[in-house]
């Protein structure tokens, strides 16, 4: 890939994945998105550390509980502000569709839809609840930085590594990623990731920190993996919402395993 390649990729993510305002690609095609799903795991490291900012300066002061819990609610919304709902959104239509119980095709159809569902708001709460108590359990200064920062990378691995499932529509953002990254691509992402972990956890806590966080790591990439795997059984493959879905759910999963 030469450099003006992985410059278009970069942009094409930080376009497709953010609200941060760059200049796009002119022409998004399958070739140029499904190379912007490998910047997708350096966009949270860029998220992830400006929502830890926002965490540090919210619980800075006198530690206490509810400041810690101001701290977390605040990352997060960032985190939402600065994709601009966009993973959220999936989410809920995830919740939608798949709790609806129906054929592939009718399930499709109420992800479609413009509104969301009593199962959509209660998937959206319930992970929302548990990403912002989670992170708030953590104790502050660098292991909350370092936790927030694992799971919003770990998240988009495992939506990249999603990518080798099949579209199930023709349309939309799932369909120009979906089954078009290399095997390869995927398991050196993977492997970026928990050799990452390895320092990182050293760093901020010496080994029980670092065996932590490899496990938390790949419990996240495991529940990405297994609703891609449900998403590919009752929906036929992959869409949008689903890697939506899939980040934040692995997002939730990974700050959830840190604390218990």
Request: glycine share 14%.
């Amino acid at each position: 890939m030469t450099g003006a390649s992985r410059t278009s990729a970069w942009r094409a993510a930080l376009s497709l994945f953010t609200v941060i305002p760059v200049r796009a690609p002119a022409e998004l095609d399958a070739d140029v998105t499904a190379r912007a799903m490998f910047w997708l795991p350096a966009v949270g490291l860029l998220l992830g550390l400006v929502a830890a900012a926002g965490l540090a300066i919210a619980a800075a002061g006198r530690p206490s509980g509810p400041r810690q819990l101001l701290g977390a609610a605040v990352a997060v919304a960032l985190l939402a502000a600065l994709t601009g709902g966009l993973h959220l959104d999936g989410l809920a239509d995830t919740g939608d569709g798949l709790g609806s119980r129906r054929p592939a095709a009718d399930a499709l159809a109420i992800m479609r839809r413009p509104d969301i569902g009593p199962l959509g708001v209660v998937t959206l709460v319930l992970v929302l609840l548990i990403q912002v108590t989670a992170l708030a359990a953590v104790p502050r200064g660098w292991p909350a930085v370092a936790a927030l920062v694992l799971a919003a990378v770990t998240g988009r691995v495992a939506a990249v590594l999603a990518t080798g499932a099949p579209a199930a529509r023709p349309g939309g953002l799932g369909a120009l990623v979906a089954g078009r990254t290399g095997q390869a691509g995927r398991v050196a992402t993977g492997l970026v990731l928990l050799t990452a972990v390895v320092p990182a956890g050293l760093a901020v806590g010496g080994r029980p920190a670092m065996l932590r966080g490899l496990a938390a790591a790949l419990t996240g990439l495991l529940a990405g993996g297994l609703l891609a795997r449900t998403a590919r059984r009752r929906l036929g493959g992959m869409t949008g919402d689903v890697f939506g879905a899939i980040i934040e759910l692995s997002t939730a999963v990974v700050l959830l395993a840190l604390v218990i």
